[in-house]
Nanobody, 123 residues
Framework: QVQLVESGGGLVQAGGSLRLSCAAS????????MGWFRQAPGKEREFAAA????????YYADSVKGRFTISRDNALNTVYLQINSLKPEDTAVYYC????????????????WGQGTQVTVPS
């Protein structure tokens, strides 16, 4: 089992920035991909960004490319999501997820999920 705990969400004005963190514990050696998904009110949970845990390859949804940056600190078992130029449409619960196979973008292929952290950008 892998446990994931997100932090760093909050209310930020449009154009501002946030840095989300996700700390992993348990059988972290089994992690292949770490990802961030988000779920806006009334919407399906969607892929935002992912990173290969061992090699650092990154993957981004078109909607966040150029504004979001995913990174990792393997020694701390932590993945980060730097969010810049926030827009009201970024308002969502952001979830950290861990995957044991090399499928970075598909929600249904992830094995473990955190409880989420709320990001709110007023319009």
């Amino acid at each position: 089992q892998v446990q994931l705990v997100e932090s760093g969400g909050g209310l930020v004005q449009a154009g501002g920035s946030l840095r989300l963190s996700c700390a992993a514990s348990g059988r972290t050696a089994s992690i292949y991909i770490m990802g961030w998904f988000r779920q806006a009110p009334g919407k399906e949970r969607e892929f935002a960004a992912a990173i290969n845990w061992s090699f650092g390859h990154t993957y981004y949804a078109d909607s966040v490319k150029g504004r979001f940056t995913i990174s990792r600190d393997n020694a701390l078992n932590t993945v980060y999501l730097q969010i810049n130029s926030l827009k009201p449409e970024d308002t969502a619960v952001y979830y950290c997820a861990a995957n044991r196979i090399n499928v970075p973008t598909m929600r249904e292929r992830y094995d473990y999920w955190g409880q989420g952290t709320q990001v709110t950008v007023p319009s």
